[in-house]
Each structure stands twice: as C-alpha cells, then as structure tokens.
C-alpha cells in the first residue's frame, strides 16, 4: 500500500543543503531506500512503501543538524547516516556531523564523512606513528595534512614535511629538465594542493626557505633524524622493505609520522616486495602503532569514484 509523507524545511538554505546540486542527494536517498522524493520549495514530499517512506525520514532526519544550518551534505554523509542507522549508531553520527577538524582559508568546515575518517583523525591527534591504506579518493593524505597545518599553526610541531619515493617517474626523471627536486615536483603536486588549502599559497615558498615545510623524495630522507616534525610519507605502496625500514626509523623527538597508501595501485616491479605490505605485517602487534584501513565506502571524491573502487575490487578478486 502507497503512503506519502510531507517534511517542511525551515529555510531556502535548507532546502538546498538537503537537495545538492542538481537535486543529487534527493536522488541518492532515494537509491537507498526505495523511495520518491520530491522537493517543492521548502516543502519536500517523499512517497512510497510504508517501510521506504520510513527509512527516508530517518535518513533525512539523521542529517538535519546539517541541512537545518544550510552545510553542504556530501554522498559519503547519506551513505554514513545510512550506516548508522542499520548499525543504531545515531549518537556517534551526531558527533561525527559536529566534529569540525579545521577550517579552509575560505571558511570551508574540513570534517570527517565516515567513521573510518573519524577514526584515523582521531589516530592522527594521539599516535606518534600512523599507517594508513586505502583506494584512493578516502582523504588519507588530504586529512593527513590538514592535522599536520593545524598542528604546526599551533606551534605543537617546528615543521611539516612530505616526501613520497618517485618511483612512479621511473627512468623518466633522468629525462626531465632541472635538479632531482625539480624533476620530482610534478609527483608531490597533491601535497602542494593540500597545503594551500590552508596556507596562502604565496606565503609557501617562504615557509619552505626556512625548512618550516619541506616537501621532498624519500631518497631525501636517508641519513637525518627527524626532530619535532609532523611528517607525511605519501605513496608508501611503491617503498621498498628497506626504504620504508630507513624512513620509520628517521622519527625523533617530539614527532609524529603518518605512512599512508593504496595496495591496489602499487608502481613497483612484479618482483619487488611493497615496504608498505611488509611493514603492516612486521609491526602489526608493535603498541603505540596505530592502523586504519579505508575501503571504497569512505570514497568522498566524485560518487563514480566510490563506483570505480568497487568494480575493480571486484575484478580483482
């Protein structure tokens, strides 16, 4: 039996929070539950079975600390209020809205959209080393930063640095122009993106003249110690076992290191052992480590990423 149910939002800005652009979250909560939803001005209408039409409340009250302030709800937000309310975690959910982990230098709220994402910030805050594996498009490395520029505006840390191996490059680099960090630069441009987030971009070159950050290949890192630093090891997959030996014993005193990669998209040869798989294995009983894993359901990039993850983990199976 048809049954229909009316929800009045209670602003313009409401409304279009709850819709997304396009209407794309009327269109996602629907996908989840089976139901139609239909907004007409701040009125939205939702038809359907009685069993749909009840878990699209529930789903579209679950985000109302939210939509009720007008912040943009995300897929990944719909698909962790579902999660939570199959799992009765509503109360988790409602912290996990709240919990605002930093602000843009345009006033844009950085929040966790999962609770695997909540988990590893909490990880990134109270563990001196964090591994971190997942597809891509979880917000590893993005997250990663965004704790490391919190911490550094908040004197807690005297620098950030990033380095990733260029093994992607390959034996291309020797045909690029310019000196090895030159030549790598291109593969750290993720990291740059990051920090500029939060950081005037022209302020930067500045703040890497005086080693407050360096971004850098790994090979870079050999031979130093590394002393009250927040430090980011980007692409760990394409480590070797002895690059990623070398690099986890660079932590000093007063730091902090988060190892973060996708297993699924390793660049090393068929033969070569990933540092990032062996390192998981050797140090998975070692206390004070702490480890999160992302799957395909913590995408938050376009919604045809989480879909791209899934087909191939699938593939691959």
Excluded at 25 to 45: D, F, M, P, S, W
Excluded at 161 to 168: D, F, G, Q, S, W
Excluded at 188 to 194: E, G, T
Excluded at 279 to 288: A, D, F, P, R, T
Aim: glycine share 6%; net charge neutral; charged share 25%.
């Amino acid at each position: 039996m048809a049954e229909a149910s009316r929800i009045q939002l209670p602003s313009v800005e409401s409304a279009i929070a709850l819709s997304g652009e396009r209407e794309e979250n009327l269109k996602v909560i629907a996908r989840q539950t089976g139901a139609l939803l239909v907004l007409h001005g701040q009125e939205l209408y939702i038809s359907g079975t009685e069993q749909q039409v009840e878990l699209s409340q529930k789903l579209v009250r679950s985000l109302e600390y939210l939509w009720i302030k007008g912040k943009s709800i995300s897929q990944a937000d719909i698909t962790t209020a579902r999660q939570a309310l199959d799992t009765e975690r509503q109360d988790e959910l409602q912290d996990l809205q709240r919990d605002i982990v930093a602000k843009t230098r345009k006033g844009e709220e950085i929040r966790a959209k999962t609770f695997r994402q909540r988990q590893y910030i909490r990880a990134l805050t109270h563990n001196d080393l964090i591994f971190c594996a997942g597809p891509a498009g979880t917000g590893k490395t993005f997250l990663a930063v965004v704790v490391a520029v919190k911490a550094l505006l908040a004197n807690q840390y005297e620098r950030i640095i990033l380095t990733r191996p260029a093994v992607e490059a390959g034996e291309k680099l020797g045909f690029l122009p310019g000196d090895l960090q030159q030549k790598v630069n291109p593969y750290l441009r993720p990291l740059y993106d990051a920090i500029n987030e939060f950081i005037d971009p022209e302020k930067v070159p500045s703040l890497m003249e005086r080693g407050v950050i360096e971004v850098a290949p790994l090979a870079y890192m050999r031979g130093r110690t590394l002393n009250k630093a927040f430090v980011i090891v980007d692409e760990a997959q394409n480590t070797t076992p002895s690059q990623m030996k070398m690099v986890l014993t660079r932590l000093g005193y007063r730091s902090r290191m988060v190892i973060t990669g996708d297993m699924t998209q390793t660049d090393l040869p068929l033969n070569q052992q990933s540092g990032l798989a062996v390192s998981l294995k050797i140090l998975q009983n070692v206390e004070g480590i702490a480890f999160c894993e992302f799957s395909q359901k913590d995408v938050v990039r376009h919604p045809l990423v989480q879909k791209i993850v899934a087909a191939y983990e699938q593939y691959e199976q």
